[in-house]
């Protein structure tokens, strides 16, 4: 299968104008938008939040792929979204590779940033949930310095494990409850945030929730980010690799050679990925 390229309103149950194009890279989809086509949408979506119900936004890359394949939970989270960003430029590559290129990466880190100087400009709230222990609380406060105007609708990071706590999970949910966020910003790393955010956000109110991994701690300058050089060069993740090599060789190593045999099989072949 060369490329299988769709056409379908994102969030096509929840009366969303417009339709982009979408790329669908093993088993998941990835819309073909710019970052400044992601802003917009969500900004709408926010103005309108009241006609629709809570939306997800995810932020596929190479990992997300490659966990797709293994994770049927984890797969069906990130097909329920309403907009899926192309966040690592492996995706961006793997886009030229089926014939269809995607026009630009959406870092979700950018995306994040971006989306709260909107929602400042705006009117929108947004709730800062996880993160390192500190992260969530600064990068809400560089965020606020930087957008004047933006509304905090509340920051907690949850205990390591809370997954497994009931009270601890009755506690964010009743936190977010009562904040009502207009953008919820949810960053427990993958899959376990986009699982999470699946499964709690249909009966909470938000009008949207991004899955955005370690953005937080990079925003709060916890965790380095790579230099805006290899950023562009899409090289960001050799970076994250030098820099915590023990943690991300298997991830990056292994899992590169994994997504490009994914990519390769459905490049020259018609067998169905993913299920």
């Not at 073909?32 to 917009?40: A, F, G, K, P, W």
């Not at 995706?91 to 880190?109: D, F, H, K, M, Q």
């Not at 499964?199 to 300058?221: E, H, I, R, W």
């Not at 562009?232 to 090599?245: A, N």
Request: proline share 6%.
């Amino acid at each position: 299968m060369a490329s299988s390229v769709l056409q379908r309103s994102i969030g096509e149950n929840m009366n969303v104008g417009g339709a982009l194009q979408e790329i669908q890279i093993g088993s998941l989809p990835v819309h073909r938008v710019t970052l400044e086509e992601s802003v917009e949408w969500v900004i709408d979506y926010l103005k309108k939040k009241h006609l629709r119900s809570p939306g997800l936004i995810v932020t596929p890359n190479a990992q997300h792929v490659t966990l797709a394949e293994k994770d049927a939970i984890f797969r069906m989270a990130c097909r329920a979204a309403a907009l899926s960003v192309p966040d690592g430029a492996s995706i961006v590559l793997a886009s030229r590779i089926l014939g269809t290129p995607i026009p630009e990466r959406v870092a979700g880190c950018d995306l994040m940033e971006r989306l709260c100087g909107g929602c400042a400009e705006h009117g929108h709230s947004v709730f800062f949930l996880g993160g390192l222990p500190g992260a969530a609380d600064k990068a809400a406060q560089l965020l606020s310095a930087r957008y004047p105007g933006l509304q905090v609708a509340g920051t907690y990071c949850p205990p390591y494990g809370f997954e497994k706590n009931p009270e601890e999970c009755a506690h964010i949910r009743q936190q977010i409850t009562d904040a009502a966020p207009d953008l919820l910003l949810v960053a427990f790393g993958a899959p376990k945030q986009e699982i999470w955010a699946w499964k709690n956000c249909a009966d909470l109110p938000v009008g949207l929730a991004m899955s955005v991994g370690s953005s937080f701690d990079t925003q709060s300058g916890m965790l380095a980010r790579a230099p805006l050089w290899m950023q562009q060069s899409g090289l960001e993740w050799l970076f994250r690799l030098v820099t915590e090599p023990k943690r991300l060789w298997k991830r990056y190593l292994l899992g590169n050679v994994a997504f490009l045999y994914i990519v390769l099989r459905q490049r020259f072949s018609f067998d169905r990925v993913g299920g």
